[in-house]
């Protein structure tokens, strides 16, 4: 039989209340007052990740995940909250700061077609919206630059969330006139243009 346990870290998963939670290391970045209170304005329960710790000298100690408990301490409005662990144990200080160094070296980032596509299958009334509009210019919305298609999306949504429906209307409509669906025309960079000229 195959010997599979090479794959597999030896940690365990636990509930540990946030007071029994030691952050800070001189590895970690200092906490962000404002992340922590933007992302509870926004809490979603299915977007917490477990945090991940190392139990060395008796103490948990957070590798990863010190902003996620003082955002659920802010919610939750105490620190005896128990909060989802991946607890390795015994962990070196030195192989603890490695995990946090590198954990997001080889994590593929998702681009702004993937989240805009994401929410589309998520009904996001937003996204849905800007879909709509883009189509009914005879455009799609894509990954690449192709004849009639919009790769700029990210550009998109924010002409829609700061400057409303009717400006990006107007900006589809005149890019559309001028340029007739010319993929050069509907970069992000010229959308952004043509609404900044206009």
């Known amino acids: 039989m195959d010997n599979y346990n090479e794959f597999i870290p030896a940690v365990h998963f636990e509930l540990i209340p946030i007071k029994n939670l030691v952050s800070n290391q001189e590895y970690q970045r200092n906490l962000s ?10 809490f979603d329960l299915y977007q917490i990740n477990p945090v991940k ?24 409005g105490s620190r005896e909250t128990p909060v989802w662990c991946m607890v390795y144990g015994d962990l070196e200080y030195v192989v603890e700061a490695d995990i946090f160094a590198n954990q997001q070296k080889y994590v593929k980032s998702l681009t702004p077609y993937e989240i805009f596509m994401a929410n589309i ?30 790769c700029g999306v990210a550009c998109l949504e924010q002409i829609y969330k700061k400057f409303g429906y009717h400006n990006l209307d107007r900006t589809l409509r005149l890019i559309v006139g001028t340029w007739q ?17 206009n």
Not at 53 to 76: C, K, L, P, W
Not at 127 to 147: H, W
Not at 181 to 197: C, E, N, Q, T, W
Request: hydrophobic share 40%.
């Open 33 to 42: 007052i404002k992340h922590i209170q933007r992302t509870a304005s926004h």
């Open 53 to 76: 710790v190392s139990f060395r000298d008796g103490r948990n100690y957070v590798i990863n995940g010190q902003h996620t408990i003082e955002i659920i301490a802010a919610i939750s």
């Open 121 to 150: 299958e998520a009904g996001s009334d937003d996204q849905l919206i800007i879909k709509s509009l883009v189509e009914s210019y005879g455009l799609k919305i894509v990954s690449g630059k192709v004849l009639c298609g919009i």
């Open 181 to 197: 669906g010319d993929p050069m025309s509907l970069s992000a960079s010229m959308i952004r243009r043509r609404f900044v000229i």
